[in-house]
Each structure stands twice: as C-alpha cells, then as structure tokens.
C-alpha cells in the first residue's frame, strides 16, 4: 500500500513496515531515550482514537510499529484495534502478556513504536514489560481504562500512570447530562454482558450521575477485568 510517498507493507502480525532508507529517530526526534504515554479515561472518551492518531503520525514520521490488544471477545476484530467512531489500526490480538512478549522479541530491534489498546485487561506482568522495553528505548503507547464499571482503579492501569512519562486522562460526554464523564456506567446486571464497547452495556457518565451499582445487588457485580478469565 502506498500512502503519498511512503511505502507502506503491512505483514500477518499487524506490523506496518516502512521502506525507507532515511528512516532516523523517533517523532521526539531521539532514537536512544524510550517514553511511555498512557491514554485513559472512560469507555467513550477516545482513547482507541487517540491511540490510532498517534500510531497514524508515527508511520508517518517513518516510525516501525507493532500494535496489540487482549484476547477478550471474539466478535470484534482480531486483526485490528478499531474505535467507536470505526476508525481502524492493524493491531495483533494476543491471549497474555507473556504471548505479546514472545511476538514482540520476535520483531524487535524493527519495531520502535508500541501501541497497546485495552492494556486494563492485561495482567500485571505488562508493567515489566512495559518497563522493558522503553529501556531499549522504545516508546510505548498504551490506551486503557482508568476506572471499572465500579468505579475502582482499573488493573495494570494505575501502575502504569504510575511509570509513563504522560499520561492523558480523556473524558466523554456524559450521557444523562452532557457533562464531562469520567466514569462508565454498566447498564443491566446480567454477568452475560461483559462486551467492551457493546452500545446499550455500557455508558459514559460525570461523577453526578454515576450509578455503580444500579440495577445490580452487589455480589452479583462483575469485574470488567473477569472476562479475560473466562
Ligand atoms: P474509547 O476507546 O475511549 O472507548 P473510542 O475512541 O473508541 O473511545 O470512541 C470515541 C468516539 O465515541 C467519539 O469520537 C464519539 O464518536 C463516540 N461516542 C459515543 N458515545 C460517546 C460519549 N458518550 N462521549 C463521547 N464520545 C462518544
Ligand atoms: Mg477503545
Ligand atoms: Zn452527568
């Protein structure tokens, strides 16, 4: 696929390779120092498009990138990571960390620009990961959830606030009262319904009016983070 003058291939593993024998650097403009952003916030917020944007003006700053999410429902794509508003990045779905590990050092030195979407439903073994790899000096763009549908910190996410270098908190638009919304509202009880992104599950909501137990008696609450056991 050609894009304006850059010559862009994209093989099996979701990895966009630039022919380019100028490439040089990182978008910072050093090759040495790696950096860890962490984009977060509630469902909605633009995370998934905020990684998208930047995984976008990394190829085109002639940047190798590899992108990867969790293995968490079948039904969405395996081969891309894919926001509310259908933009779409080639991504490479894996099952663990230690199976994102293994591709990873697969394509390493190649890949200078990480991108992981859905991080909050990867285990804490992404954090030294994660650390890893921006000591190779790469950089790392990690989207997640901050918060679960019960309000409480949301798995490897605050740790890797935690260690980033930035981290941008986003917010959507809450759906009761347009006011900025840091929270996700799981609507309905059914422990069925642990589909990331499914409109009519899940809604953005302000701190006002946030629900996190409605219609829910409390031991029946499930967190977001169990769909990856199942
Ligand atoms: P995230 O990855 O944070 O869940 P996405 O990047 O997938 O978010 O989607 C963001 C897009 O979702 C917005 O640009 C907008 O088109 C759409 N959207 C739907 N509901 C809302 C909402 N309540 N607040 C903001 N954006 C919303
Ligand atoms: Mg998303
Ligand atoms: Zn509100």
Same mark, same amino acid.
């Given at each position: 696929?050609?894009?304006?003058?850059?010559?862009?291939? $994209?093989?099996?593993?979701?990895?966009?390779?630039?022919?380019?024998?100028?490439?040089?650097?990182?978008?910072?403009?050093?090759?040495?120092?790696?950096?860890?952003?962490?984009?977060?916030? &509630?469902?909605?917020?633009?995370?998934?498009?905020?990684?998208?944007?930047?995984?976008?003006?990394?190829?085109?700053?002639?940047?190798?990138?590899? $992108?990867?999410?969790?293995?968490?429902?079948?039904?969405?794509?395996?081969?891309?990571?894919?926001?509310?508003?259908?933009?779409?990045?080639?991504?490479?779905?894996?099952?663990?960390? #230690?199976?994102?590990?293994?591709?990873?050092?697969?394509?390493?030195?190649?890949?200078?620009?990480? %991108?992981?979407?859905?991080?909050?439903?990867?285990?804490? #073994?992404?954090?030294?990961?994660?650390? /890893?790899?921006?000591?190779?000096?790469?950089?790392?763009?990690? @989207? %997640?959830?901050?918060?679960? *549908?019960?309000?409480?910190?949301? %798995?490897?996410? &605050?740790?890797?606030?935690?260690?980033?270098?930035?981290?941008?908190?986003?917010? #959507?638009?809450?759906?009761?009262?347009?006011? &900025? @919304?840091?929270?996700?509202?799981?609507?309905? #009880?059914?422990?069925?319904?642990?589909?990331? %992104?499914?409109?009519?599950?899940? /809604?953005?909501?302000?701190?006002?009016? *946030?629900?996190?137990?409605?219609?829910? &008696?409390?031991?029946?609450?499930?967190?977001?983070?169990?769909?990856? /056991?199942?």
């Amino acid at each position: 696929m050609v894009i304006g003058d850059l010559d862009i291939s $994209c093989n099996h593993k979701g990895v966009r390779m630039m022919n380019s024998s100028t490439h040089s650097g990182n978008e910072l403009g050093r090759n040495e120092v790696g950096r860890i952003e962490v984009i977060t916030g &509630p469902m909605f917020s633009g995370k998934s498009e905020e990684l998208i944007r930047r995984l976008k003006r990394a190829r085109i700053a002639r940047q190798r990138v590899a $992108c990867f999410k969790p293995d968490i429902d079948l039904r969405y794509h395996r081969t891309a990571i894919a926001s509310h508003s259908e933009q779409t990045h080639d991504a490479m779905t894996v099952a663990n960390v #230690a199976r994102m590990r293994e591709v990873l050092y697969g394509l390493l030195p190649e890949v200078e620009v990480i %991108g992981i979407d859905e991080a909050q439903f990867f285990d804490e #073994a992404i954090v030294h990961l994660v650390g /890893e790899l921006v000591h190779m000096g790469k950089r790392i763009l990690i @989207a %997640g959830l901050d918060t679960t *549908f019960t309000g409480d910190p949301f %798995g490897p996410i &605050p740790a890797l606030m935690a260690i980033s270098d930035e981290v941008t908190k986003l917010s #959507a638009v809450c759906i009761v009262c347009g006011a &900025p @919304a840091i929270h996700t509202q799981r609507l309905g #009880a059914s422990r069925e319904l642990v589909v990331v %992104g499914a409109a009519g599950v899940y /809604e953005a909501r302000c701190r006002a009016c *946030f629900r996190p137990y409605l219609n829910a &008696p409390e031991n029946e609450q499930m967190e977001l983070s169990e769909a990856v /056991e199942r």
